[in-house]
């Protein structure tokens, strides 16, 4: 063998094993991070049901006395807060929190919309509703349904998705960075 093809056919043999790493190093990476060491997986805000449940729309008047209209109708999302119409500072930070979370969604928040619903005939203040000028008041004319979104003291943020079922379940003193960036995916579908 001459040295020029010694020289050609060790530069052909470097060829091959740069295509085969530049193949192969990306698969042997992917296999590390994955079983080696993962990236640790997001903590999840709220708490998905494991099986979506309607919610009795029936059952929802508004505080005028008109008929909750479905979300099949109007397309948008439901955050519904459970809580007495003397709402103390424990439900005035959950209402801040919703109102935060649809403020923060920017061009999605028409999606959303907020509902709170008041466990007792008690009258909300007209101060505090002057500060949420978006939220629908409504009233529970049965104990199955303050059961259903976690009771009338559970204090609980219940997601209603767009077709009138419960999927989500939240804290009312949830993390709000973890909440809005939770909320935010979800209303985008």
């Known amino acids: 063998m001459t040295p020029g093809m010694r020289a050609a056919q060790r530069k052909g043999r470097l060829t091959l094993l740069a295509i085969v790493a530049v193949c192969v190093l990306p698969l042997l990476a992917a296999l590390y991070f994955r079983f080696v060491s993962p990236p640790e997986a997001a903590a999840m805000v709220g708490q998905p049901l494991a099986e979506p449940l309607p919610l009795p729309f029936e059952m929802l008047q508004g505080w005028d006395g008109a008929v909750l209209e479905h979300p099949e ?58 500060a949420h000028p978006d939220l629908l008041l409504v009233k529970a004319s049965d104990a199955q349904l303050l059961t259903l979104l976690g009771g009338a003291e559970g204090r609980k943020i219940n997601l209603v998705d767009r077709r009138g079922f419960l999927v989500f379940r939240y804290p009312g003193d949830a993390d709000p960075k973890g909440f809005i960036r939770e909320l935010g995916k979800l209303i985008k579908f």
Not at 87 to 100: F, G, I, P, S, V
């Open 73 to 130: 109708v109007s397309g948008k999302w439901l955050a519904i807060f459970a809580a007495p119409g003397a709402c103390d500072e424990r439900c005035q930070h959950t209402l801040y929190l919703t109102r935060q979370a649809r403020t923060a969604q920017g061009r999605n928040m028409a999606r959303l919309e907020r509902l709170w619903l008041i466990t007792d005939g008690t009258a909300p203040a007209a101060a505090l509703l002057a």
